[in-house]
């Protein structure tokens, strides 16, 4: 995973005041908990905003007045109208222990079917997995270069060493479906010679997800 680090100040009051008040000073009240304890301190706004309004997922080496620790975002509350970040939870992490997070799914290759006119359906732009925190990747790499017309990569498809998926094995990750104007070239076309086509294929496993 990526590593950020982040600095923060312990809380000498814990309380909707002491919140709002952090807030209107340019803070962001947190807590750290996950190993037998809570740490309640807060961060500023700005150095909050840099790890959340990414793609990224970040393994954050938090200071804490002198106390350093390895965590991750567990959750964060947003204000639903100005869309600011009102509270976080970190979990603090343990090199021995498996830890679950959403890692971003990023797409590689060239696509023969996307080349011949194919549109790409992309379901999932995270997937959740479970792992040791040195063993987890930055993102989950999904290689489309040898999907047709027709074709799909689900969960059961994807490995990565120390790491074990959490979503449906058969869930649909990625896509590539029939769009007007495809052309289908040969080996497009069912390798038994029964003329079924790759745009059926895509119709059938359409409704079957439906």
Known sequence: MKVAKLSGS?????GKKDAKALRAAGRIPCVLYGQGKQTHFSVLDTDMEKLVITPHVYQIELDIDGQQVKAIIQDLQQDPVRDTIRHVDFFELD???????????????RSPGIMNGGKLSQTFRRLKVVGLPDALPEVITV???????????????????????????????VAVRMARGASLTSDEEDEDGEGESAEGEA????AAEA
């Open 143 to 173: 290689d489309i270069s040898k999907l047709r017309i027709g074709d799909s990569i689900r969960v059961r498809d994807l490995s990565v060493d120390g790491v074990e998926f959490m979503d449906a094995d058969s869930a649909v990750v």
């Open 203 to 206: 119709k059938e496993e359409a």
């Open 95 to 109: 090199p021995k222990k498996a830890v679950k997070v959403g890692l971003p799914v990023q797409i590689v290759g």
């Open 10 to 14: 312990p809380r000498a009051n814990v």
